[in-house]
């Protein structure tokens, strides 16, 4: 197993190749050694597809727009592969955070007080007290919190949690995949992930032995509490076997490794090794969308993602998403949002 060392001087490396400011985007001075990678450590290029991380990386890094790393963080210690804080205090600390932009590793939010706004890849959620936000890296995300918004950020590394635990169950978490929503709304009654998330405080902030360990540990259960939300299968499809759950997860993997150069359904039906109908047919029973809409999604989504919050030119955004050519992508645009990729450019 590798080490923690060989693990991050190979990172190291890899961030040798572009780099980027974010501190500037957060309001932190820059110093040189807080200079970070552009593409993120683990963002892989289009055509990349051996590593299972990049089934989740569904992102090429947009010119202009602001890719965090963990060392972009200087209240975070040193070589530490996560990063907890108080949502208050983090909010405090790098004013720009609110602003559009992205990170290379994962992301857990949870609200204790307070209310807001939280989008996610132009998806916006309400944000309330017992709100437990799941992001990947590459998503692209801000938000709008009221001045007495509390809770806690919680970020990883792959490599913490891979250190110990199987990619198999950090891959496939349900609210790590694009076929469900990245949001639990848990009561205020919740007496099992919120004190854990406390504990995990707890431990970040009392320095003892083993505490990579126990603080993987707590990660781990707490991702583990939180997927069995996900469990039950939607009441509109109460007799749904139990496996079309998993070919939707994995329908939803291969969404986002592919929809920059694949947009039928017959091509994601054909890796699935099912029919197109029944892809439709299982995507509209459980997620009240066909896949081929979910598919048009995608599209857009990182379309206006581009478009909204990068320098890109339309024919640069054409380009990255597969299209011929700038003409037929700016069709393609306004017959599926009735404007103009002009319209949404800043």
């Known amino acids: 197993m590798l080490s923690h060392d060989i693990l991050r001087n190979l990172r190291i490396r890899h961030q040798r190749r572009q780099m980027l400011r974010p501190e500037e985007e957060l309001g932190q001075s820059v110093t040189p050694e807080k200079i970070v990678s552009a593409s993120g450590r683990l ?89 437990l936000f799941f992001m990947t890296p590459g998503q692209v995300h801000h938000w709008d919190l009221s001045e007495d918004a509390q809770g806690y950020v919680v970020f990883f590394e792959a490599e913490f949690y891979l250190f110990r635990y199987p990619g198999s169950r950090l891959y496939y978490y349900p609210f790590f995949t694009s076929a469900y929503s990245p949001v639990l709304h848990l009561g205020a009654t919740d007496a099992s992930i919120g004190p854990l998330i406390e504990r995990m405080w707890a431990e970040d902030t009392t320095p003892a032995p083993q505490q990579d360990e126990v603080f993987r540990s707590y990660l781990h259960i707490c991702l583990e509490l939180a997927a069995r939300h996900y469990h039950a299968p939607p009441a509109t499809a109460p007799d749904e076997p139990r496996h079309a759950q998993q070919i939707l997860r994995e329908f939803g993997l291969l969404l986002n490794e592919h929809f920059r150069t694949q ?34 999604e995608r599209v857009l989504v990182e379309a206006h993602r581009l478009l909204r919050h990068t320098a890109a030119t339309v024919g640069q955004v054409a380009d990255a998403l597969g299209f011929e050519d700038a003409s037929y992508f700016s069709r393609y645009f306004r017959k599926h949002t009735g404007y103009s990729p002009g319209e949404v450019m800043r």
């Open 43 to 131: 963002i892989a290029c289009p055509q990349r597809t051996s590593s299972p991380h990049y089934l989740f990386t569904s992102f090429m890094k947009p010119p202009g727009l602001p890719v965090f790393t963990l060392e972009s963080f200087p209240q975070n210690r040193p070589h530490r592969p996560w990063y907890l804080e108080r949502l208050e205090r983090h909010v405090a600390n790098f004013p720009g955070i609110s602003q559009p932009h992205s990170h290379n590793f994962y992301l857990l939010l949870y609200v204790t007080q307070g209310h807001g706004t939280h989008t996610i890849d132009l998806v916006t959620y309400d944000l309330q007290p017992g709100s």
């Open 263 to 296: 947009r039928s359904v017959q091509h994601y039906a054909d890796l699935l090794h099912i029919s197109p109908n029944h892809l439709n047919a299982l995507c509209r029973r459980q997620l009240g969308k066909t896949a081929s809409a979910l598919i048009q």
